[in-house]
């Protein structure tokens, strides 16, 4: 029988991972809505390509967290049906293939393409 304190310090990183990754889409949301709404008042569009510059780092952010949350919940599912050692907060390595693979999935690329979509089409336009 897996240890419960253990299985709750799982939970809790997986829990901060999920609540960073869901602050992450709001300030993406935010800064390019901002960026893409002075972009409209100047002349110069150059906020609104800083905007889709900003969009993408917070994509990758957010696919990243993802994947450490997956790797954690992983690591929950091995505690659970063998007995790990207690107390072990190694989650697997988080590699490119598993970013990737979060920056794909449908928490992060729709979200993220759409604002991304929106504040090129402000830089674009004349």
């Known amino acids: 029988m897996p240890d419960v304190e253990y299985l709750k310090m799982i939970q809790g990183v997986v829990g901060r991972l999920a609540s960073n990754s ?10 390019a809505a901002g960026l893409s709404a002075f972009a409209r008042t100047e002349t110069d569009r150059s906020l609104a390509w800083i905007a889709v510059g900003v969009v993408a780092v917070f994509m ?14 992983e690591l929950y599912d091995t505690a659970l049906g063998a007995s790990a050692d207690c107390y072990v907060m190694t989650a697997e390595r988080v590699g490119p293939r598993q970013i ?6 449908i928490s992060v690329l729709p ?5 991304m979509a929106g504040a090129t089409v402000v830089a674009l336009s004349t």
């Open 22 to 31: 869901f602050l992450i889409k709001g300030w993406s949301v935010t800064i």
């Open 60 to 73: 990758a952010l957010d696919a990243y967290f993802l994947a450490v949350e997956r790797a954690y919940r």
């Open 100 to 105: 990737v693979g979060a920056l794909v999935s």
């Open 111 to 115: 979200l993220h393409a759409a604002v």
